[in-house]
């Protein structure tokens, strides 16, 4: 089994960066085809953040241009540049990641990943 490790939040004034990681532990028997990053702030659903596969890096509409999804092609570590941070990136955000392909339809939908990190807090002032 599979261990999802994130590592990176903190608490930053708005204009700031951060850099999340995503580090799988243990061994991996097979590699992820799909990952991605979801956030969770107060009195809000979970949503995609940004995803990673083969194909395509996707970003959700409020973070282009501010956000780049990133992952190492060989050791399946994922990462999230978070550049020019607003009060409303406040969340908790979560590593996901999928060994089998998922359709663009699902890519960000939370169901569709069957292995999650814990979370690391992103608090920007």
């Known amino acids: 089994h599979v261990q999802l490790v994130e590592s990176g939040g903190g608490s930053v004034q708005a204009g700031g960066s951060l850099r999340l990681s995503c580090t799988p532990s243990g061994f991996t028997y097979k590699r992820y085809a799909c990952m991605g990053w979801f956030r969770q702030s107060a009195g809000k659903e979970r949503e995609a953040v940004a995803t990673?596969?083969?194909?395509?890096?996707t970003h959700t509409a409020s973070v282009k241009g501010r956000f780049t999804i990133s992952k190492d092609n060989t050791k399946d570590v994922l990462y999230l540049q978070m550049n020019s941070l607003k009060a409303e990136d406040t969340a908790m955000y979560y590593c996901a990641a999928n060994r089998g392909t998922l359709s663009r339809l699902l890519v960000f939908e939370e169901r569709a990943y069957k292995f999650w990190g814990q979370g690391t807090q992103v608090t920007v002032s």
């Open positions: 990673i596969d083969s194909e395509t890096a």
